[in-house]
């Protein structure tokens, strides 16, 4: 009997540990993330100022100066309004408030028009998308459209902006990793300069950023990684990346789907 009450009294003692634990890395996560919304947000708004300050002042004195400050002032109210849409989505994902609308989507058809779109854009970018969907034609997966499509942006996004322009190919390919329950896997590879080794295991990191300045330039707010992260996990899959300096990366993840796993 007293054997059982120290055994229960343990169990309570590392279940109340681990909670205290997880309470601590939540609040630390919490600290970096204010942190880093405070860092990426001032950048953009005091710039913002400085080109409405010299506006002000008569500095834009000629047409082309005019157009070139409001040309800065566009892009950096751009920006900040892409981090605080990134910000809300994190927000809402972090408090398991995020809701994801799944439908049945035939997989080649939804990960073509992707694609598809994607070639002309990244083409206008000086990089060759090659893609491969080697799956059966009549395959349908249940997924939500935009946030996959999300992912897949923010990938092939990543491989132009962190490359300092040495992407000129990316590959990409879909495939079935499993039947029961399916499962898809998708494979987004580059010929950039690759990542360092010590810094492959932080990129889905929140604000992570390879360039140690967190230069605002290379575009991005420093969340996208670590959103897709979070939506892969919620369609019941993984991401994970492999990497060579001077050989290009090679961004993987998949996903499952839930309603067949139920109805296995």
């Not at 408090?95 to 994607?118: G, L, W």
């Not at 898809?184 to 604000?207: K, P, S, V, Y």
Request: aromatic share 8%; hydrophobic share 40%.
């Amino acid at each position: 009997m007293v054997a059982d009450l120290v055994q229960s009294f343990n169990a309570m003692s590392m279940e109340l540990q681990e909670a205290q634990a997880m309470q601590t890395r939540y609040e630390s996560n919490r600290k970096e993330l204010i942190a880093g919304i405070s860092h990426d947000l001032k950048t953009p708004i005091t710039s913002i100022m400085g080109y409405v300050d010299g506006m002000q002042e008569g500095i834009a004195d000629t047409p082309d100066k005019m157009n070139h400050y409001l040309d800065i002032i566009k892009s950096n109210a751009k920006y900040t309004n892409q981090l605080i849409d990134d910000l809300f989505l994190f927000s809402k994902m972090d408090i398991n408030q995020m809701t994801y609308e799944r439908v049945e989507v035939p997989v080649h058809e939804y990960f073509s028009d992707i694609f598809e779109e994607k070639k002309l854009e990244l083409e206008d970018r000086g990089a060759k998308l090659i893609y491969d969907c080697d799956v059966d034609d009549m395959l349908a997966i249940h997924l939500d459209p935009k946030m996959i499509y999300r992912v897949i942006s923010d990938l092939l996004n990543n491989a132009i902006k962190y490359n300092d322009k040495t992407v000129t190919e990316i590959r990409c390919l879909i495939s079935l990793a499993y039947n029961n329950p399916l499962t898809l896997r998708i494979d987004i590879a580059d010929n950039g300069q690759g990542i360092a080794e010590e810094q492959i295991h932080a990129i889905f990191d929140t604000f992570y950023r390879a360039d140690a300045a967190r230069n605002k330039d290379v575009g991005g707010t420093g969340l996208g990684l670590s959103i897709a992260k979070r939506i892969v996990e919620a369609h019941g899959g993984k991401i994970w990346a492999h990497s060579q300096v001077g050989q290009g990366s090679i961004f993987s993840f998949t996903l499952t789907d839930e309603q067949q796993r139920e109805l296995a």
